[in-house]
C-alpha cells in the first residue's frame, strides 16, 4: 500500500540536543486507577522510548469497577497546556483521548492548529474517538460527539473507533470481521486521512483482526485473541503506542503494525487488579527485568 507512506513526520521544535528522545504529546483525561487515559498513555511512550507529554482535560473518579465521576478542566486551560508545550518543547506527534465537551473540542483544535498539529500541518494526530467507559458511563456531553466527527476528524491524521464509537457515529451495527470494511469506509467519509476499526469488541472471533484503511486500500492487522477479563486501557495502549510510532518518524502502515505487536502483547500481559477489570501490560517490555 504504496499510498500508506505519505504519513508526516512531525517536526514540531526539534530536541535541544542529539540525545533527547522524540516527544508525544497525549491530549487526554486522567483515570485515578491509573489503568486507561492518560495514565496508559504515558507508560506506553515510556515504553516506546519517546519523551511524553500531557494536557489533561478531564479528571474522572474511576476504579476497576468503572467511572463514578469526572471533572472538566476549562477548555482554555486545555489550549494553554498544548501550546505551552509545543512552543517550549516542540511536539512529534499528538493523540487525543477523552475531550469531553465541545467547547473542549474546540479550543484544542484551535490550538493544535496554531502549532501545526494536524491534518494539514507537520505533526500527526491520532484521535480516539472515546465516548464513554467500558460500562457505558459517559465520558464526553451530549453535544461532544457532533463536534468530534464534524470539527475534529476532518483534521485528525488518524481515527481509532472501537465497534461501539462506530455504531455511535455512524450507526452501523459490525456483527462480524466482514463488516469492518463497510464501517471503515464510513468513517473515513467524516473525512480523517486514514480510519483504523478495533475489532476487540467481536467476542465470538477467535482471532482480534483490525483494518487500516486509507480510503482507497485497506490493510488486516491479525492478532490472536487473549482470553482474558483484564483488557482495560487497551485502546489507550494501542493508540499511543502507534503516536510514539509516529514521532519517532515510521510512516502510517508501519506505526499501526507496531501499535498492534505492542497491544496484543500488552493484553498477553494483562493482570487482574481491584475487583473488577485489569489493566493491559503497558510495561511488558520492561516488567521481567530487575531493577535491582
Ligand atoms: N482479548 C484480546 N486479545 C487480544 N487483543 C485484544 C483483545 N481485546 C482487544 N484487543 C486488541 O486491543 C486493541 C483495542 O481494541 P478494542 O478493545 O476494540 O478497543 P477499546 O479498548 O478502545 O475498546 C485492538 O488492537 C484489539 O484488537
Ligand atoms: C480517562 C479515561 N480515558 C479513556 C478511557 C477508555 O479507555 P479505553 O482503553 O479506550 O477503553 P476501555 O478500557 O474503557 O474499554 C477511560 N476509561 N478513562
Redesign the pocket.
Known amino acids: 500500500m504504496s499510498s500508506m507512506d505519505s504519513t508526516p513526520t512531525g517536526t514540531g521544535i526539534r530536541p535541544a540536543n542529539d540525545t533527547a528522545p522524540p516527544t508525544a504529546l497525549t491530549i487526554a483525561g486522567s483515570d485515578s486507577g491509573g489503568s486507561a487515559g492518560m495514565h496508559a498513555d504515558l507508560r506506553t511512550f515510556f515504553s516506546c522510548g519517546v519523551h511524553g507529554m500531557t494536557a489533561v482535560t478531564a479528571v474522572t473518579v474511576q476504579n476497576t469497577l468503572g467511572v463514578s465521576d469526572m471533572v472538566e478542566i476549562p477548555p482554555e486551560t486545555v489550549a494553554a497546556q498544548v501550546e505551552s508545550v509545543a512552543s517550549d518543547i516542540g511536539v512529534h506527534a499528538a493523540k487525543t483521548g477523552v475531550l469531553p465537551s465541545a467547547a473542549c473540542i474546540e479550543a484544542v483544535l484551535a490550538a493544535c492548529d496554531r502549532q501545526g498539529i494536524g491534518r494539514d500541518g507537520r505533526t500527526p494526530l491520532v484521535l480516539d474517538p472515546v465516548a464513554a467507559s467500558r460500562n457505558g458511563e459517559p465520558l464526553l456531553r451530549a453535544d461532544a460527539l457532533a463536534a468530534l466527527r464534524d470539527e475534529a476528524f476532518p483534521r485528525a491524521t488518524l481515527v481509532t473507533p472501537?465497534?461501539d464509537e462506530v455504531r455511535l457515529l455512524t450507526g452501523i451495527e459490525v456483527r462480524d470481521r466482514d463488516q469492518l470494511w463497510e464501517a471503515a469506509k464510513a468513517m473515513h467519509d467524516f473525512g480523517p486521512e486514514y480510519v483504523l476499526i478495533?475489532?476487540?469488541?467481536l467476542p465470538e472471533d477467535p482471532e482480534?483482526v483490525?483494518l487500516l484503511f486509507d480510503g482507497r486500500e485497506a490493510v488486516t492487522l491479525p492478532?490472536?485473541?487473549?482470553s482474558?477479563v483484564h483488557?482495560h486501557g487497551?485502546?489507550d495502549a494501542?493508540a499511543s503506542a502507534i503516536t510514539a510510532a509516529l514521532a519517532r518518524g515510521a510512516p502510517m502502515e508501519r506505526a499501526v503494525r507496531l501499535g498492534?505487536r505492542f497491544?496484543?502483547r500488552s493484553?498477553r500481559h494483562a493482570y487482574p487488579l481491584g475487583s473488577g477489570v485489569g489493566p493491559v501490560s503497558t510495561f511488558w517490555r520492561i516488567s521481567s527485568r530487575s531493577i535491582q
Open positions: 472501537n465497534l478495533k475489532s476487540g469488541h482480534c483490525d492478532g490472536p485473541r487473549y482474558t483488557t487497551a485502546g494501542f498492534k497491544v496484543s493484553v
